[in-house]
Nanobody
């Protein structure tokens, strides 16, 4: 499966962006999809995930501000980011997995087999 992320850009603190991740080559209907990010000088970190059942865990740092969703008809996953902060500045990556124990390790990037190329989000203060 190939993943294409888009929607990043420059936004002021307090603003919003919606990231999209379009898949091709395989349906996402039975997948777990995740969003991760890597800020300058930092390790990649988990942001949010969505299980095929609809379960949506979030990192504490984005809970209440970000919303992950999916449109199976469009084979697309979204990340709506509200109330953005300068510390949200990072390259955001979408990822997909089709096997494994979601509830045990949804936050582990190494458990995702397929990755998009990343889209840069810059939040100015």
């Amino acid at each position: 499966v190939q993943l294409q992320a888009s929607g990043g850009g420059l936004v002021q603190a307090g603003g919003s962006l919606r990231l999209s991740c379009v898949a091709s080559g395989q349906t996402l209907r039975s997948s777990t999809m995740g969003w991760f990010r890597r800020a300058p000088g930092r390790d990649r970190e988990f942001v949010a995930a969505i299980h095929w059942s609809g379960s949506t865990p979030y990192a504490d740092s984005v809970k209440g501000r970000f919303t992950i969703s999916r449109d199976n008809a469009k084979n697309t996953v979204y990340l709506l980011m509200n109330m953005l902060k300068p510390e949200d500045t990072a390259v955001y990556y979408c990822a997909a997995r089709f096997v494994g124990d979601f509830y045990r390790d949804y936050q582990l990037g190494r458990k995702y087999a397929h990755w998009g190329q990343g889209t840069l989000v810059t939040v100015s203060s």
